[in-house]
């Protein structure tokens, strides 16, 4: 038994050192020269690369004058990437990103984001709450003014928060710095001290042990369906990445094969998705190959992208909701659909991510990184990040407040208009 015991913390003495011998010597093992080299290839791609500089902002050269001067206080990988987040949020692009992060990071918007804010004349007001999470659950509600976060008054933090290479301070900036605020980092909870329509200030606890918080981001299953009163078909869909959802999605339109008119929720789907999956969907709901999306490359001719029928079509009416939840992938169905005639968008401004994602890899870290590298548009052409839907519904109005679902109820009274008695 004493010689079992022995084995035991002997085994547990050679993990230890396994760990933290091999993942401290990872830390340690490049030089200054390297860390240097891998951020002079991230600047010099995105300086090439990136598409959106031209409604940006930001001084790029300012940015290299910046953050290369702080390579001479990196020790470690986790150090590297802390000063690659700081230059990132120098773009103030939701979609361009590292493909690591640390405890101390930042979450991402909207994937890691409950509740959405944006600076109206001066304030920072609640505009929407991510149904079922943290923010929601800890008692804030849409309309209230955020007065500050963990003890810091909003308007400071915001301002700590903002790029510092920026020409000139724009609402974009300031509305992406409120949201990256709001958002946080993962190993810090947030206390929110917000004012009711009433004038009442009070403080609100998130991120608690019994909340539903954006780490614990699980959809089971990933696609729900159902029939609304009147004939009126409902499909909630809860993620666009994994394959086995054009599956899921098949089985739920041959259950609603007698439906009326059909509801097509995309409100939850912060985490993008594919094109495997989102070009498929559509394909059920059209009946010749059309074009559904037009692709801005940066150095090449602008182009159509096309998606071909799929087995039956559906061909009732149909709505699509979105909100500011509604990311990439979901933003580009619903705008596809919308562009080939097949639905009425109704809802919020979505997420507004800028264009389509690339990725290139730091060669001596082996660090990704996500970037926007092309636009993309609208059928018509309007930049995917500036469309309004057809039916804009706005939360805080006094009208809507008295509804459980404002969205919802005015995509089910728009489908009501459509459909023929």
């Known amino acids: 038994m004493l010689l079992k015991l022995r084995k035991q913390k002997l085994l547990a003495a050679i993990l230890i050192f396994f760990f933290f011998g091999i993942n401290g010597s990872a830390q340690q093992s490049l030089s200054r020269e390297q860390f240097t080299s891998d951020f002079d290839y991230l600047w010099l791609s995105l300086r090439d690369k990136y598409v959106y500089f031209g409604k940006k902002e930001t001084d790029w050269a300012r940015v290299r004058e910046l953050y290369r001067p702080k390579l001479a206080g990196v020790r470690t990988r986790s150090d590297f990437v802390t000063l690659l987040e700081q230059t990132l949020d120098e773009l103030y692009d939701n979609h361009t990103s590292l493909n690591t992060n640390l405890q101390s990071s930042p979450r991402l918007v909207p994937t890691g984001l409950d509740v959405w804010a944006e600076w109206r004349k001066g304030r920072a007001v609640i505009t929407q709450l991510r149904r079922g999470f943290s923010a929601e659950q800890a008692g804030l509600k849409v309309g209230m003014e955020i007065i500050s976060i ?4 909003i308007e400071q933090a915001v301002n700590r928060r903002l790029p510092k290479a920026l020409r000139n301070i ?8 409120l949201r990256a605020v709001l958002a946080g980092t993962h190993d810090t909870s947030r206390t929110i001290t917000a004012r009711s329509r009433n004038g009442g200030v009070n403080s609100y606890q998130l991120d608690l042990p019994m909340h539903n918080t954006v780490n614990k981001y699980r959809y089971e ?4 369906w159902k029939i609304l009163p009147g004939r009126i078909g409902y499909i909630k869909i809860n993620d666009l990445i ?28 912060p985490l993008g998705g594919n094109t495997d999956v989102a070009e498929p969907i559509m394909g059920r709901l059209i009946e010749r190959r059309m074009g559904y999306q037009e692709v801005a490359p940066l150095h090449e001719p602008k182009y159509i992208k096309q998606v071909s029928p799929r087995g039956w079509t559906y061909k009732a009416p149909i709505v699509v909701l979105v909100n500011r939840w509604t990311a990439s992938m979901g933003e580009g169905i619903a705008i596809g659909l919308e562009g080939m005639k097949r639905a009425t968008i109704v809802g919020t401004r979505m997420a507004a991510l800028n264009g389509g994602i690339f990725n290139l890899q730091l060669p001596q870290t082996k660090i990704g990184v996500a970037y926007a590298g092309e636009r993309l548009n609208h059928i018509n052409g309007t930049p995917r990040e500036n469309f309004v839907p057809a039916i804009l ?13 404002p969205i919802l109820d005015a ?10 008695p």
């Open 411 to 420: 995509g089910y009274r728009r489908l009501g208009q459509t459909i023929r």
């Open 150 to 153: 963990n003890g810091a008054p």
């Open 221 to 224: 299953p990933k696609v729900e």
């Open 170 to 177: 724009n609402l974009d900036a300031r509305d992406w710095a």
């Open 242 to 269: 994994a394959t086995e959802i054009v599956a899921q999605f098949d089985a739920a339109l041959e259950g609603l094969k007698e439906s009326r008119g059909l509801i097509i929720d995309l409100r939850d789907i």
């Open 393 to 405: 519904v706005n939360p805080i109005h006094r009208n809507n407040i008295r509804f459980n679902d």
